[in-house]
């Protein structure tokens, strides 16, 4: 099933076929597409301000400012919006990793190589689409999962680029993916940084972390018979250069959809003087 899916101005893309096709009825008018946008916008909302247990069709459609039939008309009930949800973050945040991959260069010296992927994951998992597939990593969520299967094309796509052999290049991704992950999830709650013990620091310090911890492991590859040593940097680690993430900053930041995207629909729509019949119940 083909579906228009807003951009993040509002406006619909063309068609697009994608597995979250099959959890929405989708829209053919330009009000139903802009009452869909809402009810994205306010499921998201919740996600990351409250939590699952605070995604119900209530509040969703309180919230949205539409009516529970409007919400009933377009999923069968709160689990589908999930899925769909999930399935729409994965094909943008795959979108995104393709754009991001077509300028990624990693002939030549390793640490450059590696400093190029880190800062495009860094940018998608921080800063791009990748947030809000992790705000929905786990629900709704059957083998395989949504997480696992943009690991496995970050994964396939780094064989192919030569950056390192089929065993390292996975564990490599499982590693730099889960931490960046669990550093969005906790930038996304809110959850205290390394000032109160996190693992996690800011991105400014994390990134280059990263990077060495993947130089030494994928190095070590290319130098089996070294032997290994443990030592202290003898200086700090010097910033990314701008040249290596120019093709990064080109592509414009996308943010979570939050309270602000649906007061800017409301605007250009008057708000439903009656609420339709519903079809069931709504979801405590």
Same mark, same amino acid.
């Given at each position: 099933m083909a579906e228009n899916v807003p951009d993040q101005e509002g406006a619909a893309s063309g068609p697009r076929t994608s597995a979250a096709a099959t959890f929405v009825r989708a829209p053919q008018q330009e009000r139903s597409r802009r009452t869909l946008k809402r009810i994205l916008a306010a499921g998201l909302y919740l996600l990351e301000h409250q939590g699952p247990d605070a995604l119900t069709v209530t509040e969703i459609t309180r919230r949205a400012h539409t009516s529970v039939g409007s919400f009933y008309a377009r999923f069968q009930g709160k689990d589908d919006l999930l899925r769909y949800l999930g399935e729409r973050s994965l094909t943008e945040a795959l979108e995104v990793w393709d754009q991001l991959n077509t300028g990624l260069q990693v002939e030549g010296e390793l640490r450059a190589s590696v400093t190029e992927v880190v800062q495009r994951l860094g940018w998608l998992y921080l800063e791009a689409a990748g947030r809000s597939l992790v705000l929905l990593d786990g629900i709704e969520d059957p083998f395989p999962t949504r997480r696992r299967r943009l690991e496995d094309r970050i994964a396939s796509d780094l064989r192919e680029l030569g950056v390192a052999s089929e065993v390292r290049s996975n564990l490599a991704t499982r590693v730099l993916a889960g931490t960046l992950q669990d550093s969005a999830l906790r930038d996304l709650r809110d959850i205290p940084g390394d000032e109160e013990g996190s693992p996690y620091p800011e991105a400014s310090v994390l990134l280059p972390e990263l990077v060495e911890l993947l130089v030494?492991? &994928?190095?070590? !590859?290319?130098?089996?018979? *070294?032997? +290994?040593?443990?030592? !202290?940097?003898? $200086? +700090?680690? /010097? +910033?990314?250069? =701008?040249? $290596?993430?120019?093709?990064?900053? !080109? &592509? +414009?930041?996308?943010?979570? =959809?939050?309270? *602000?995207?649906? /007061?800017? *629909? &409301? *605007?250009? =729509?008057?708000?439903?003087s009656a609420s339709p019949a519903p079809r069931k119940p709504a979801k405590a």
């Open positions: 030494g492991y &994928l190095g070590g !590859e290319v130098c089996a018979t *070294a032997a +290994p040593t443990v030592h !202290e940097p003898k $200086q +700090p680690l /010097e +910033p990314v250069s =701008e040249r $290596q993430v120019a093709v990064v900053r !080109e &592509l +414009p930041k996308r943010d979570i =959809e939050t309270e *602000a995207l649906i /007061e800017a *629909a &409301l *605007a250009s =729509e008057p708000a439903p």
